[in-house]
């Protein structure tokens, strides 16, 4: 029979005398040990009784087996509700898991980096949401252990250690990764959420519904996360923050397990005090000119078919070797052209459509403006750019970027609201084309997009 021996100090009250100087000795601190039977293993191997085939859920029985491990979530901020996700080092941890509790007020006992250790005997482990959670078997489900038996499963060490967050790449993401507390530096929100006219909050928005996600991009490499706010934690009304700079919070994947989501502890785990890192738009104003000069209007009234589109003038491409391209799509008696990753098994799926020749030799003063609407929201994954040099391949040509008012859509399509752009482009001169890129996965990254209306007009 092995033994877990966990330190506690015993607080000693000491009861002094006249003592004719200033000088004080501390007392001795009595150390006690708090002896368990039973033998100990990793989270690691817990995890790997699980038959991902077979997804069956695993009971542990008669192993008098326990781990070890470290508090990483805090539900003080009620963005995690009756669950503790733990890892198996305070610092470069290599393995975390989700203990399902059926107590609503974790974080007074388990705070923060508190060392405990798990019983698993009469724990069951399942895949669920996303990841491997432990708790009690009932019937064909998992529910969190009953708050009458958590005591009997948790033992609270006295030891609390600092928790160092993990440095990683968006690019790193894998399930090895998952419940770990990690951080991501280098990153900004997109900038369709901090727009003037509307910043987003973390979780109170009209399309949020259960959780709110927000995205953000990496400044280098342009890679993209969601960052996951419960609509019911206590900061769910703050804006988000400007500027750039790194995030901490556990990796996990989203209730549908679509997509890799990071979930803070708390609005301070944002550290957005750096500028922002936005590309150069183009930089013709901000100021717009009511023409009365109609240059170029299309509202896909009558476009039926892809090769209607092509006889208008129009490139609809897809160049990451799939299928999907913008589609002709009837919606709400409205012909718009609609483009969505989703159901399509293509990862990654880009798509352009570009416009035709767009002349503005004779004309002055020109606004561009089009009107897009987004739903099933994963993600903001659609950019306008413009060239006055198309080659024919959206890939060989040199685009300029707009700043296009791209709406974060709802979960759904019920809210049919379409958002409007108008983008300057009087500083350019001859022929224009404009492109809309869609850039999509069939996994994670699957809002749809309609596009309607777009119109060039002048003096």
């Not at 990764?177 to 369709?192: A, C, E, G, P, W």
């Not at 890192?277 to 023409?291: H, N």
């Not at 983008?423 to 999509?440: A, H, M, P, Q, T």
């Amino acid at each position: 029979m092995k033994y877990i021996k966990i330190l506690s100090v015993l607080a000693i009250s000491t009861i002094l005398g006249c003592i004719q100087t200033d000088d004080f000795e501390l007392p001795d601190l009595e150390i006690s040990e708090i002896e368990i039977e039973g033998d100990i293993t990793s989270i690691a191997a817990v995890k790997g009784n699980f038959n991902f085939e077979t997804e069956a859920i695993y009971t542990f029985r008669e192993t008098d087996t326990w781990f070890e491990a470290y508090v990483i979530s805090n539900d003080a901020g009620g963005n995690f509700y009756k669950e503790l996700i733990v890892q198996d080092k305070p610092s470069n941890p290599t393995s975390g898991i989700h203990l399902l509790l059926d107590h609503n007020s974790l974080f007074d006992t388990y705070n923060l980096g508190r060392k405990i250790y798990v019983k698993l005997d009469g724990l069951s482990l399942w895949y669920n949401n996303g990841v491997l959670q432990l708790g009690i078997q009932n019937l064909g489900d998992v529910v969190p252990i009953p708050n009458s038996l958590i005591d009997d499963h948790i033992i609270r060490s006295e030891i609390t250690k600092e928790i160092e967050p993990l440095n990683i790449e968006i690019s790193d993401f894998n399930p090895e990764l998952k419940n770990l507390y990690v951080s991501i530096q280098d990153v900004q929100f997109d900038r369709n959420l901090i727009k003037e006219e509307q910043v987003f909050s973390f979780a109170s928005n009209p399309a949020d519904q259960y959780d709110g996600e927000r995205q953000l991009e990496n400044c280098e490499t342009g890679e993209t996360v969601l960052m996951s706010t419960s609509t019911y934690s206590n900061f769910k009304s703050l804006l988000i923050p400007n500027g750039s700079g790194s995030i901490e919070g556990i990796l996990t994947r989203d209730f549908y397990d679509e997509h890799y989501v990071i979930v803070l502890n708390a609005p301070d785990a944002l550290d957005m005090s750096g500028d922002r890192c936005d590309t150069e738009y183009l930089g013709c104003g901000d100021s717009f000119t009511d023409g009365s000069k109609i240059l170029f209007e299309e509202n896909f009234d009558g476009v039926t078919s892809n090769t209607t589109l092509n006889s208008r003038g129009w490139t609809n491409i897809n160049v990451s070797g799939g299928e999907k391209k913008f589609t002709p799509t009837l919606s709400a008696g409205n012909r718009v052209l609609r483009v969505s990753a989703y159901n399509t098994n293509e990862s990654p799926l880009e798509a352009w459509l570009v416009t035709p020749a767009l002349d503005l030799s004779n004309s002055m003063n020109e606004t561009l403006s089009f009107d897009i609407l987004s739903s099933y929201d994963k993600g903001l994954i659609l950019e306008v750019y413009i060239t006055q040099d198309f080659t024919g391949d959206p890939r060989t040509t040199e685009w300029i970027e707009l700043d296009a008012n791209i709406p974060l859509g709802p979960s759904s399509s019920n809210s049919r609201i379409f958002k409007n752009s108008k983008i300057n482009i009087s500083c350019l001169e001859d022929k224009v084309w404009v492109g809309f890129r869609y850039l999509g996965s069939t996994f994670d990254k699957t809002t749809t997009y309609d596009l309607d209306n777009v119109r060039v007009i002048g003096e």
